[in-house]
């Protein structure tokens, strides 16, 4: 995954920001390489915040800038970290931003703040951001780093988002807070499921997103 | 330098600690004001929701100003005190604590006096434990001491979906009417009952289901608050010459 790039100071003007492996970077973790279908990462947290779906697309922004901003941080530093402690100097920098999103986020929306409560602070543990710092940024230049960052945390986001939208529909009949499912339909004897808003669901609703995924994206079916 | 030296890596530790110290501290520091804002601003917009006045942001703290006529501080007899605090900055957590820390005697209870059009309301903090944290919510009394007019509640971390729903509106709402005092003047408290309450309990409201634990955290917080309000509500009572045989 991580190619050789010689060492250049991270001034130096690119010839495009955009640059077909930029691009790659940006969109594999949407499919191909998805960090919760594929790569099987972050879960926990995955199950945690998407009961309602207005909380888990503002944790999903939250993931997005702590992991973008993670990665540019420890792959602007990557060259002086000594190695023995590079594990400890990464969980500082997340836990740096983590903060700093939690404060800003409880100065600004502060009901949102509400909503997200402890799983904002949990974005420390997720395995996402870790990995990509280990795995990419320690090796690359700021900004493939960045937008490494920024591609994981949109695919993360991405299956957040629909995990939530189908758990609130079925377990609460409304999407973004708002009823969906016609008051008629409970008067003919419809039931919200009560199941899916426990977090085993989270599970199963991901299993199915997996599911699907590798029965229609021929590159993630493994050969016998 | 050798970076994987023992030295440097201490230096560069120590350094990034610094770092990290002072970016923090500026961040937190000048977010301070912000954050305590918009803390106060909940509060006023909680306490004056249970009146079923709806404050968005920036008029919450006029609304107050102009709603809540008086702030009492009560002390364990319920007599009114003169203590050298506000009624909106006593934390109620602070003074449940004295019970248990054997300062019962010095507790202060706040007390919010709100007028609306002609009505008058009386409005009640309580706090108690949810299944992970702290619960908490004001409490409008109609000026009878009895019947209450709304409810609007908080909560630290309950589950989504489960705990969480106290604080909708659908839960709030069905503790207004119920009465804290049967026809005999004795106190009873509002509880939450599982399966549903039956409607024309004056005492007892729906549980939300699933969430077992949360809700008796309500019922327990009702009863030990309104405990600690009793004496007042009695001289109040009985000095407006209702239910002068209370008890």
Redesign the interface.
């Known amino acids: 995954m991580s190619t050789t790039i010689e060492k250049k100071p991270p001034s130096e003007p690119k010839p495009s920001l955009f640059s077909a492996r930029h691009k790659k970077l940006l969109g594999d973790p949407l499919n191909d390489n998805n960090p919760i279908t594929v790569q099987v990462l972050g879960i926990c947290s995955a199950l945690a915040v998407t009961v309602k779906m207005a909380p888990s697309i503002v944790m999903a922004i939250a993931v997005v800038v702590v992991c973008a901003f993670s990665n540019l941080a420890i792959s602007l530093i990557r060259n002086i970290v000594p190695n023995r402690i590079r594990i400890i100097v990464q969980l500082t920098v997340v836990a740096t931003l983590v903060i700093l999103v939690d404060q800003v986020l409880k100065a600004f929306v502060y009901d949102v703040s509400k909503q997200l409560s402890v799983f904002v602070g949990l974005i420390i543990t997720n395995c996402i951001i870790m990995g990509r710092l280990e795995a990419f940024a320690m090796a690359n230049k700021p900004w493939p780093a960045f937008i490494d960052g920024v591609g994981n945390g949109v695919g993360y986001g991405i299956i957040l988002v629909m995990v939530s939208a189908a758990r609130e529909f079925f377990g609460s009949g409304e999407l973004m807070g708002y009823q969906v499912v016609p008051q008629a339909l409970y008067d003919m004897g419809y039931f919200n499921n009560g199941l899916m808003i426990m977090p085993p669901m989270a599970l199963i609703t991901v299993g199915i997103i997996i599911w699907i995924q590798r029965s229609r994206n021929r590159k993630l079916i493994e050969d016998k | 330098m050798d ?2 030296s023992n030295r ?2 201490f230096i ?2 120590s350094i ?2 610094v770092v ?1 110290a002072i ?2 501290s500026v ?2 520091i000048s ?1 301070a004001p ?2 305590a804002k ?2 106060r601003i ?1 509060k006023m917009e909680n306490i004056l929701s249970t009146v079923g006045i709806v404050a968005q942001n920036d008029e919450a703290e006029k609304l107050f100003d102009e709603h809540i006529v008086q702030q009492v501080v009560l002390d364990v007899n319920g007599q009114p005190t003169t203590a050298d605090v506000a009624a909106f900055e006593i934390d109620l957590k602070k003074e449940l604590d004295k019970a248990r820390t054997g300062k019962a005697a010095s507790q202060l209870f706040p007390l919010f006096v709100c007028k609306k059009q002609a009505d008058t309301f009386y409005i009640i903090p309580v706090r108690g434990k949810g299944l992970w944290g702290p619960i908490w919510g004001y409490v409008a009394l109609e000026s009878d001491m009895n019947t209450i007019s709304g409810a609007s509640f908080g909560h ?2 309950e589950t ?3 705990g969480a729903e106290i604080d909708t509106p659908a839960f709030e709402k069905q503790f207004s009417g119920k009465k804290l005092f049967n026809d005999k003047g004795e106190y009873v408290s509002v509880e939450t009952v599982k399966g549903g309450a039956a409607p024309a309990n004056p005492h007892a409201v729906d549980a939300v ?2 969430a077992t634990i949360t809700s008796d955290g309500v019922s327990e917080m009702f009863n030990r608050t309104f405990t600690s309000y009793l004496p007042y509500f009695k001289t109040k009572r009985t000095g407006a010459g209702q239910l002068a045989r209370s008890n």
Do not use: C, H, I, W
Request: hydrophobic content about 50%; charged content about 20%; proline content about 4%.
């Open positions: 970076k994987d440097f890596t560069f530790s990034m600690v990290v970016l923090l961040a937190a977010l912000f954050q918009n803390v909940e630290d971390k989504p979906g489960l289901s699933g």
